[in-house]
Nanobody, 123 residues
């Protein structure tokens, strides 16, 4: 059974930082592309960042490029999202996802999803 468990969300002031983690189990982690998505109340889920199976290729949405950084630790089955210079508009529930597409780009159709972790940025 595949499980993706996010952690690290919370309340932070604008300009602050958070690091989200996603622990994966039940899958051959190093064979999967990984992504982070977010969904704010009343809005559709949107792509934030993705990373290829090797960690070599990384993709970001225009809204977070230069502020967020995705990384992964294959031996530990972990993927991270470092979020700096946070803005109130970054407030959302953040989801980790896994795809069998090794270099996922900005696609939205992932095989597995976590339950999400809430990030709230106050102004």
């Amino acid at each position: 059974q595949v499980q993706l468990v996010e952690s690290g969300g919370g309340l932070v002031q604008a300009g602050g930082s958070l690091r989200l983690s996603c622990a994966a189990s039940g899958l051959a982690f190093s064979n999967y592309g990984m992504g982070w998505f977010r969904q704010a109340p009343g809005k559709e889920r949107e792509f934030v960042a993705s990373i290829s199976w090797s960690g070599f290729n990384k993709f970001y949405s225009d809204s977070v490029k230069g502020r967020f950084a995705i990384s992964r630790d294959n031996p530990k089955n972990l993927v991270y999202l470092q979020m700096d210079s946070l803005k109130p508009e970054d407030t959302a529930n953040y989801y980790c996802a896994a795809t069998s597409i090794r270099v996922p780009g900005r696609r939205m159709d992932y095989n597995y999803w976590g339950q999400g972790t809430q990030v709230t940025v106050s102004s």
